[in-house]
């Protein structure tokens, strides 16, 4: 469970079970990734506003699509600018395949 939340600007605040917040979500920050199953030999392609909780709930067999190849690694990832760019990209790498659109970006 996390115990802080930070926005876009790094700045982190403190949640507990009294912390009421309002969260702007058009100010976080919107991720496309990709995961890769090696017992699976499978990529997985996504976006997210939060990389680690997305890749906890991977791993965990908390999604359906992904619940067969774990574990999961983080191979690659990029942030966009708002949620629809980064739709834009997952679907462009979804087309061209994430192998091949790999093999002509930099890994992390």
């Given amino acids: 469970m996390k115990t802080h ?7 982190c605040y403190p949640i507990n079970s009294s912390c009421i917040f309002y969260i702007d979500w058009e100010k976080l ?11 699976k030999k499978k990529y997985y392609v996504g976006q997210t506003q939060d990389l680690e909780h997305r890749l ?5 067999g908390l999604e359906h699509y992904t619940r067969s190849g774990v574990p999961w690694n983080l191979i690659w ?15 462009k790498i979804k087309k061209r395949g994430a192998g091949r659109y790999l093999a002509h970006e930099d890994p992390i």
């Fill in 29 to 39: 920050s919107n991720f496309v990734r990709t995961l890769y199953s090696a017992g």
């Fill in 77 to 91: 990832s990029k942030e966009c600018r708002d949620r629809s760019e980064a739709m834009k990209l997952e679907r």
């Fill in 5 to 11: 939340f930070c926005d876009a600007n790094s700045q």
């Fill in 56 to 60: 906890y709930r991977h791993n965990r």
